[in-house]
């Protein structure tokens, strides 16, 4: 019924072929719709991420963005990373076949309950800062580390897994920074912000900016990886105390934020005022330094009083170590680009 749903709704998308059925919708995002699937023969569960190749149009050639997403998933396989399964390409689309996380996002946990018990938040932190460290130590950014970007595989005991490669982009050495202008205003670092110099020199902004322009620019200066850390830190100060750490209101939302980001200290309070513990403020704020150097890295936070003795609940004994050539992470990107262009193109 839902297929058939689908079919008259959209026009000639793939129906899953002899291998799967399409049995449901699981969300709409800026680039994807994401889809349940599952197989005719086993009845296993699927996603499957539909995007639209001629988006990715630009004068005339084929841009995909996605590319780089598809690249960095089918080489990761973590507990706590959404892991990659196939993918298809049929007609306009491409489907990127994933695991299925059945409990939804962290957001949609947000918006019903407030705020996360502290417990559950420690088993979050530490399950997303092995996550981390893996990406990390391939030189791989995530760069849009948000709650919408992190989902529910299991309730009891607790699994999160890290979703949405898209905005990724992969460095392999420490000098090649990334540049480009990216992640959810909420979370996102300060130095990543188009205006970042001209508030570090102290003049303050010269002028308020919108949403829409400030991400339409490039940042002044590179950043790396202590980007995520930031976002990670900004994350874990929602899901405690319901708030995430810089707003804006009103129409003026996004230019407020901006400067709030810039000028302003972060203020601890509301994590106080809803009873979370000293050694979360301490873990937090350690995170949220505006000197991306000063930020501690995965181990570190760890080791943290605060999380150093929340026992595990994924096994991380068969995680494999990384790759002595972080560029041997980027195999096949060649021919994966040309399967896109080849099959039935526009
Ligand atoms: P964005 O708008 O952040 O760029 P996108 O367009 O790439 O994202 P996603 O956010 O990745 O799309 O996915 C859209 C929705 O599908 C999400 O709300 C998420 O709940 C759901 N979803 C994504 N991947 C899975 C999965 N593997 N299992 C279950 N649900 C998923």
Not at 12 to 20: C, M, T
Not at 139 to 168: C, E, M, Q, W, Y
Not at 271 to 287: N, P, T, Y
Request: charged share 25%; with cysteine.
């Amino acid at each position: 019924q839902f297929a058939s749903m689908r079919e008259s709704t959209y026009g000639n998308h793939w129906n899953g072929g002899s291998l799967y059925n399409f049995t449901g919708l699981l969300g709409r995002g800026a680039f994807a719709t994401v889809y349940r699937i599952q197989t005719k023969k086993e009845g296993d569960l699927y996603a499957a991420k539909e995007l639209d190749k001629r988006r990715f149009i630009k004068n005339g050639v084929l841009d995909l963005k996605f590319d780089s997403e598809l690249n960095i998933m089918k080489n990761l396989k973590h507990p706590n990373i959404v892991n990659y399964i196939d993918c298809h390409n049929y007609q306009h689309w491409i489907y990127i076949l994933m695991e299925f996380v059945p409990y939804g996002e962290l957001a949609q946990q947000l918006r019903n309950r407030g705020a996360i018990p502290e417990a559950d938040v420690q088993q979050i932190a530490k399950q997303i800062l092995h996550a981390l460290d893996y990406l990390h130590r391939r030189n791989i950014t995530h760069r849009d580390i948000k709650p919408d970007n992190i989902l529910i595989a299991s309730l009891n005991p607790l699994i999160v897994k890290l979703s949405d490669f898209g905005l990724s982009k992969c460095v392999t050495d420490q000098e090649t920074f990334l540049k480009t202008f990216c992640g959810t205003l909420l979370y996102c670092a300060p130095e990543v912000y188009p205006d970042y110099g001209n508030y570090t020199q102290g003049s303050g902004p010269k002028r308020r900016r919108g949403l829409g322009e400030a991400a339409s620019k490039p940042p002044p200066s590179p950043y790396d990886q202590s980007v995520d850390m930031w976002s990670f830190g900004a994350v874990i100060f929602h899901l405690l105390c319901g708030k995430p750490p810089v707003t804006g209101r009103g129409d003026d939302r996004g230019a407020q934020m901006l400067n709030n980001i810039m000028t302003k200290e972060v203020d601890f309070e509301p994590l106080r005022q809803e009873g979370i513990s000293e050694a979360a403020v301490d873990f937090i704020a350690r995170l949220l330094n505006r000197n991306p150097a000063s930020r501690p890295k995965e181990a570190e936070c760890l080791q943290h009083p605060w999380l150093r003795d929340v026992p595990d609940n994924c096994n991380y004994d068969d995680v494999e170590e990384p790759l002595a050539d972080a560029e041997n992470q980027l195999e096949d990107i060649d021919e994966l680009s040309e399967d896109f262009v080849d099959d039935d193109m526009i």
